[in-house]
């Protein structure tokens, strides 16, 4: 029997998602609202499911961890690279003040676009093409998330953070080697961590 939606939070809970503010937001946003018609009755469950251009809908306890992990508060600016499903795009418009998102897929931009209409979210602002060196017009941002994988740490995006901004992002040059990095931007460099294994699509350049 596939999950319900309190299943999937009751685990979210016991795998150590602690925000109570992030765990509302999973629970109200619609995930079966973001995945594939022939999949509805998997939307609860906590894996990645195939979207359309061979990518995928994250799972929700990543999406969970790292939206966590970026520590939003309201009003906040966030920059977030692969709209993908537009899944996690709709939970952090539920946590800060306004969301720019960029896919490098037009299909998969344009399903987004309509779900974010149909759920009345008018705190987010898309854009078609390449994330992987930000959105320049718009910096800086106070959070960043990239939900595809870097093969090094994007300087470009860490040079898009106001000081004391945190980015969160996958980087690893295979997909058996990826590390959720946490990076905060300092008044002059930054400093990184690694906190979970994960397997993304790639990030891709160009
Ligand atoms: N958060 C999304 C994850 C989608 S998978 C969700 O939960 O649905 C990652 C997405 O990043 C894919 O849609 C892929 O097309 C996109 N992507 C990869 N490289 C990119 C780039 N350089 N710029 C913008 N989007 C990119």
């Known amino acids: 029997m596939p999950a319900s939606r309190p299943e999937l939070l009751q685990d979210l809970v016991s795998l150590g998602v602690r925000s109570s503010t992030v765990l509302e937001v ?12 022939d999949l509805i009755a998997h939307a609860w469950e906590n894996m990645a499911l195939p979207i359309d251009c061979q990518q995928t809908i994250s799972q929700p306890l ?7 992990r970026l520590a939003l508060e309201e009003g906040m600016r966030v920059l977030e690279i692969g709209t993908g499903s537009g899944y996690q795009t709709a939970i952090l418009a ?10 490098r897929h037009d299909t998969l931009l344009d399903q987004a676009m309509a ?6 979210l008018e ?49 690893g040059g295979t997909l058996f080697d990826q590390k959720l990095y946490h990076v905060q931007r300092l ?4 400093e990184c961590h690694a906190f979970l294994d994960v397997r993304f699509v790639p990030l891709v350049h160009g």
């Open 94 to 103: 539920q946590l800060a003040g306004h969301v720019w998102t960029i896919e």
């Open 187 to 190: 008044d002059s460099g930054h």
């Open 123 to 171: 705190n987010i602002t898309c854009r078609s093409g390449d994330g992987s060196t930000g959105w320049p017009e718009e910096a800086p941002f106070d959070r960043i998330m990239v939900t595809a994988a870097a093969t090094t740490m994007p300087q470009p995006l860490i040079d898009q953070l106001v000081p004391g901004g945190i980015m969160v992002v996958p980087v």
């Open 62 to 68: 990543v999406v969970a961890l790292m939206s966590e």
């Open 26 to 37: 999973m629970a109200t946003v619609p995930r079966d609202r973001f995945v594939r018609s």
């Open 115 to 120: 779900r974010f209409a149909e759920l009345n």
